[in-house]
């Protein structure tokens, strides 16, 4: 892998430098707001290709990170959606528990009275 991106910079400069060599005519750059000295059009290729190189290297990271940004939000509201659910399934076992145990003791109370009723029936 080092290799190929030694590679890749090396054809980059054997580009830039034939650029600068061919192109050795001087223009004026006016930059609206102030004048740049007559510069080699070589030169002013090189720093253009440089400055959309840069931008559009710092605005893929940043889209990378909105984008990163945006998923984990949708991991987390599936995640949030699942355990929603769970509690949900909980919430009703614990229910269905509490009823259970209400009738037992219903009924449990209704047993043990019943027994007294009898014995009250038998004397």
């Known amino acids: 892998m080092q290799y190929v991106l030694m590679l890749c910079l090396f ?3 054997a580009y830039a430098l034939a650029l600068v060599i061919i192109n050795n005519n001087e223009v004026a750059v006016n930059l ?7 510069m080699n059009v070589g030169l002013l290729l090189i720093i253009c290709i440089g400055l959309g190189v840069l931008i559009g290297i710092i605005l893929a990271l940043l889209m990378f990170k909105v984008l990163q ?3 984990e939000l949708g991991r987390l509201k599936k995640e949030n959606g699942k355990l929603t659910h769970k ?10 528990f509490k009823t259970d145990e209400q009738l037992k003791e219903l009924e449990g109370s209704s047993d043990s009275s019943t027994p007294s ?5 038998v004397k």
Not at 87 to 96: A, M, T
């Open 117 to 121: 009723v009898e014995k009250s029936e």
């Open 87 to 96: 509690l949900k399934k909980v919430n009703d076992e614990l229910e269905s």
């Open 32 to 38: 609206v707001f102030t004048q740049v000295p007559e």
């Open 69 to 71: 940004n945006k998923w």
């Open 11 to 13: 054809g980059f400069f």
